[in-house]
């Protein structure tokens, strides 16, 4: 009787083991299958008003919660830029809100002593002696693949700090470059509005 129950109990076991392992491939399935459930990481590129091209990587720590850190280009300089975005529904197509910052330096004298200096170089741009930052709040929608892709259109308000460094320390020879309400130091705030539209890629 002992041998018996000995067997049985053996046997409960590898039964219940099996039922177990069987559920996790069923759940493994159902998570892979999940259009809800994308992968953590994502490549992000979008274009748009204020900020111009932006390339980004993105970490979701939540299904709700993306954030993305990355860099911009308006066509005249680069800079750098973070944010989050909340997408409180689910679905393929979901509102979604978001928060960016970003900043870019203005240029400094030596290199516009030395961009002027170059007569082989295009004309120097005036917003490239300009710096910015801005925080841009959007609302918008996207809609998921059932790929890893998903597109993005946002609109909303930015409010920007625009700033100019002093040119009093250019060279003299170079003073008639720039314009006379440049040679001081300025600042300018502003509100925007801004809009983006993107796709992004996600993976791991």
């Known amino acids: 009787m002992g041998m018996l129950s000995t067997v049985m109990a053996l046997l409960f076991v590898l039964v219940a083991q099996g039922a177990l392992a069987s559920d996790g491939v069923q759940v493994r399935r159902r998570t892979a299958q999940d259009p809800e459930r994308l992968a953590p990481f994502g490549l992000m590129l979008d274009a748009g008003v204020t900020e111009g091209a932006g390339l980004s990587v993105s970490f979701s720590p939540?299904?709700?919660?993306?954030?993305?850190?990355?860099?911009?280009?308006?066509?005249?300089?680069?800079?750098?830029?973070?944010?989050?975005t909340l997408l409180p529904l689910r679905g393929?197509?979901?509102?979604?809100f978001s928060l960016d910052v970003g900043h870019a330096?203005?240029?400094?004298?030596?290199?516009?002593?030395?961009?002027?200096?170059?007569?082989?170089?295009?004309p120097l741009p005036s917003m490239e002696r300009v710096g910015y930052t801005?925080?841009?709040a959007l609302v918008g929608l996207e809609l998921r693949t059932p790929g890893r892709l998903t597109f993005f259109l946002?609109?909303?308000l930015s409010?920007?700090?625009?700033?100019?460094?002093?040119?009093?320390d250019l060279d003299e020879s170079l003073r008639g470059s720039?314009?006379?309400?440049?040679?001081?130091?300025?600042?300018?705030?502003?509100?925007?509005?801004t809009a983006k539209l993107g796709?992004?890629?996600?993976?791991?």
């Open 62 to 84: 939540t299904r709700v919660v993306r954030l993305h850190l990355g860099a911009t280009h308006n066509g005249v300089r680069a800079g750098a830029r973070a944010g989050l």
């Open 134 to 136: 801005y925080a841009s």
């Open 92 to 96: 393929k197509l979901t509102p979604a």
């Open 154 to 156: 946002r609109g909303g």
């Open 199 to 204: 796709f992004l890629l996600s993976f791991g």
């Open 105 to 122: 330096q203005p240029a400094d004298v030596q290199g516009l002593e030395r961009r002027l200096a170059d007569l082989s170089l295009p």
């Open 178 to 193: 720039v314009g006379p309400g440049e040679e001081r130091s300025w600042m300018l705030r502003t509100v925007r509005p």
């Open 159 to 168: 409010f920007m700090e625009l700033y100019g460094p002093s040119m009093k």
